[in-house]
């Protein structure tokens, strides 16, 4: 019973084990007297949180003192474990000293040894300390610090006069460094960015979050370049339901005069917001959908996406030309309906073709409403009908520039039936589409315009099935017949590119009268039922509405082969008319546990009629990995015509359980906010050495 009194004062006092039932201790021998109680030769106490060993223990009941003496260790949660060669506890100021302690986190694999240790509830006071998560007899790389803390409870390390080793040589210095253990979602610093630029100087950012709540939290994120400038952004997210998510962020940066006029940089000061929320379940029904999004993004130029862009992702970013929308859709069995504002922003000063841009030019679709009634079925038979209407509001701020409100209605009735046991599927349509088009603009240049087209289609198509004895083959052959017929035409339109091009974005996409043959063919693996093969043809045949003379469109091949990892495909178009193939695209992709792959070729000839340019491209990317560790790497982008790549690197990646390592060359074309918007390339050596689970530091020189 006295066994069982001592360490549940122990425990209840030092370690906070809230629940400490069926605590036991084992020891060779116990001894005890008025003011003591000594326990000698390997002593182990354990309860359900805690398990202790140490060679002796004395609890002195008069000043309710505990010390664990030789060997000490503790083991919580099967988590938390610490050892040390003596531990003094004084339950009453809820102190203890350690003497030459070891405290290790299973979660992160966090260790630190320090000669003298100090803990005043749940802080840790450290002195002449190392820390690291590699190998503790020889890390790879470890921090050193004369001082710092380790709060237990909110996890979080505190180093002052700091020193980052590489094995034994020392490769970098601060004052202070700080960094949490826990990677749950709570209140804390995120782990840092460090880097060296010779362009940009010392690189440091380090986002604070702010987590009050379950459902919403921000992040503050300051960034500092020694030779560049300074800046910084603020990311808010709430959710304001189960089915909807809120994210705003803004921010800015502000470039050194110095840095700005070498660079020959437009802006000074590089800012910016994006707005992003999605809402489902906003008005819907158990037997409907709706859905709300709203993007609202601007800046002043590119400056403000490359100043966050860390890793040098300049082809994931969205570049100068912005789309603002909101966007709200209602879904039930029969009806959809949707209204969606757009705003279109540009903030380069010309664009490709060297001409000037001007906001105030540019159409807004302000706004776009859509209705669609989906197939019905009349009086329970194969007589169908659907119908589609939209309505656009096409404006902008240039009076000189003429913009219109324009109405598209479809209305498509259909009959279908079976001939020869179901083996032919016969349809026959008739679709009616027009447009009704009111012109905006003073004085009124351009005449309000209407247009009726009646189209009559047959659609003749079979599908067959057959079974081998480990594969399922699929076959399928349709071909369309249409016919169009112009009822009513009046006013200013763009039906061909015989009319004016400025009436181009209100125009009428004008059906000629065709035959479309398309066929389609897989094959599946009987057993498990995956792909492994598909093939399409498409041939669409125009025909002349005056003189019934014939003209074959390129024929569109496709070839899919699938396999366990990935794909290997062919897609051409065949000109019938120059007998050439002017457009093929080939690509192939693979991933194993041990191999990357994915190249894509792609070469296009001038073709006015398939509106084709001249063109050919390579992407390579890949990575090969040897013994789940070790990796290198190469991509590309290049453009064979141009004989120009915008992205090539190459890299080696190291992945261990401590520390990680990725060492590149980078060349790339870049956007930059320059006076004249002008990309410009830049050669990167990179090195980012990632300290698991700290954080990272990176560094990169640009070279000639």
Known sequence: ??????????????????????????????????????????????????????????????????????????????????????????????????????????????????????????????????????????????????????????????????????????????????FSTDDTRRTGVLHPRIGLSNKEGFLYSQSLFVAPFKNWDFELTPQFRTKRGEGGYVQYRWADSPYSFLQIKTGGFNEKRKYQLDNDIKNQIHKGYNIDYIRDNLFASKDSQDGLTISINDMNDIGYENFQDLDNNSETLNGSKLTSKINYFYNQNRHFAMVEFKYYKDTRNKDEYGLDIKQKEILQQLPKLKYHNYLTSWFGTNFTTSFDIESNNYTNDDDTKPTAKTVDTKLDFSYSFHMFD???????????????????????????????????VLS?????????????????????????????????????????????????????????????????????????????????????????????????????????????????????????????????????????????????????????????????????????????????????????????????????????IKVGLKDQIVSTPTIENEATREKILYFNFLLKPIGGIDKEFLYE
């Not at 030092?14 to 003011?35: C, F, P, R, W, Y």
């Not at 070891?102 to 450290?126: C, E, M, P, R």
């Not at 921090?143 to 590489?166: A, P």
């Not at 009428?508 to 035959?515: A, G, P, S, T």
């Open 1 to 178: 019973m006295k066994k069982i009194v001592v360490v549940f004062l122990f425990l209840c006092s030092m370690l906070i084990a809230e629940n400490t039932n069926d605590v036991q201790l084992l020891s060779k021998s116990i001894k005890t007297t008025k003011d003591k109680i000594k326990g000698f030769g390997n002593v182990v106490i354990f309860s359900p949180q805690y398990y202790l060993t140490a060679k002796e223990i004395v609890y002195d009941k008069t000043k309710k003192t505990l010390d664990l003496k030789k060997d000490v260790s503790i083991l919580r949660d099967n988590n938390f474990f610490s050892l040390s060669s003596n531990i003094f506890i004084n339950f009453e100021k809820d102190t203890a000293n350690l003497g030459n302690v070891t405290i290790f986190d299973n979660n992160t694999g966090v260790w630190i040894k320090s000669q003298d240790a100090n803990k005043t509830k749940q802080t840790y006071h450290l002195k002449q300390s190392r820390l690291s998560s590699c190998d503790c007899k020889s890390p790879l790389w470890s921090i050193k610090f004369t001082s710092g803390d380790y709060d237990t409870q909110d996890k979080w390390v505190n180093t002052y006069n700091t020193r980052l080793y590489i094995k034994k040589v020392p490769v970098l210095y601060l004052p202070w460094f700080g």
């Open 422 to 456: 179901e083996f032919i599927n016969i349809s026959l349509g008739k679709n009616l589409h027009s447009k009704l088009i009111q012109y905006n603009q003073e004085p009124q240049t351009y005449e309000d315009a209407k247009y009726l087209q009646s189209q009559d």
């Open 460 to 660: 003749l198509s079979a599908n067959l099935l057959k079974s081998f004895d480990t594969l399922h083959h699929t076959i399928g052959l349709k071909v369309d017949f249409v016919s169009p017929n112009e009822i009513d035409k009046d006013g200013d339109i763009y039906t061909n590119s015989d009319d004016s091009l400025i009436l181009k974005p209100f125009g009428f996409e004008k059906i000629e009268k065709n035959i479309n043959i398309l066929f389609n063919q897989s094959f599946y693996d009987k057993t498990t039922l995956r792909h492994l093969f598909n093939h399409k043809i498409r041939q669409l045949i125009t025909i002349d509405e005056h003189t019934n003379e014939q003209d074959k469109k390129a024929l569109e091949n496709e070839i899919i082969y699938y396999t366990k990892g990935g794909y290997m495909t062919n897609k051409i178009k065949y000109s019938n008319n120059t007998n050439e193939i002017i457009s093929n695209i080939s690509e192939l992709k693979d991933t194993n546990d041990y191999f990357n792959l994915s190249l894509k070729h792609s070469k296009t000839k001038e073709n006015v009629k398939n509106d084709l340019k001249k063109d050919e491209t390579i992407i390579i990317e890949t990575t090969l990995k040897f013994n789940k560790y070790y990796g290198i790497g190469y991509e590309q982008n290049y453009n064979i015509l141009d004989d120009v790549s915008s992205l090539k690197e190459y890299f080696v990646d190291i992945q261990k359980r401590c520390w990680a």
